[in-house]
Nanobody, 125 residues
Framework: QVQLIESGGGLVQAGGSLRLSCAASGRTGGTYTMGWFRQAPGEERKFVAAVNWSTRTTAYADTVKGRFTISRDNAKITVYLQMNSLKPEDTAVYYC??????????????????WGQGTQVTVSS
């Protein structure tokens, strides 16, 4: 089992920045892909960004490319999501996810087994 704890959410004005963190614990040995997804009220959970722990390959949703950056700290077993130039439409609950994977970062909800509890991000206009 892998446990994921997100932090860093909050309220920010449009144009501002936030950094989310996701700390992994438990059975974290081996190669994983870790991703961020978000879910706004009344909408389905959507892919935001992902990184493969071993190859460092990253993937981003078109809606966040150029504004968000995913990174990881091997020593802390933590993945980060730096969010810049935030827009009101970025408002959602952000979830961290993890899945054993050899090379590619996964981009679909059903590809992930382990999920965090979510952290709220609210961007005011």
């Amino acid at each position: 089992q892998v446990q994921l704890i997100e932090s860093g959410g909050g309220l920010v004005q449009a144009g501002g920045s936030l950094r989310l963190s996701c700390a992994a614990s438990g059975r974290t040995g081996g190669t994983y892909t870790m991703g961020w997804f978000r879910q706004a009220p009344g909408e389905e959970r959507k892919f935001v960004a992902a990184v493969n722990w071993s190859t460092r390959t990253t993937a981003y949703a078109d809606t966040v490319k150029g504004r968000f950056t995913i990174s990881r700290d091997n020593a802390k077993i933590t993945v980060y999501l730096q969010m810049n130039s935030l827009k009101p439409e970025d408002t959602a609950v952000y979830y961290c996810a993890a899945e054993p994977a050899q090379t590619n970062p996964y981009t679909r909800v059903h590809e992930y087994t382990y999920w965090g509890q979510g952290t709220q991000v609210t961007v005011s206009s």
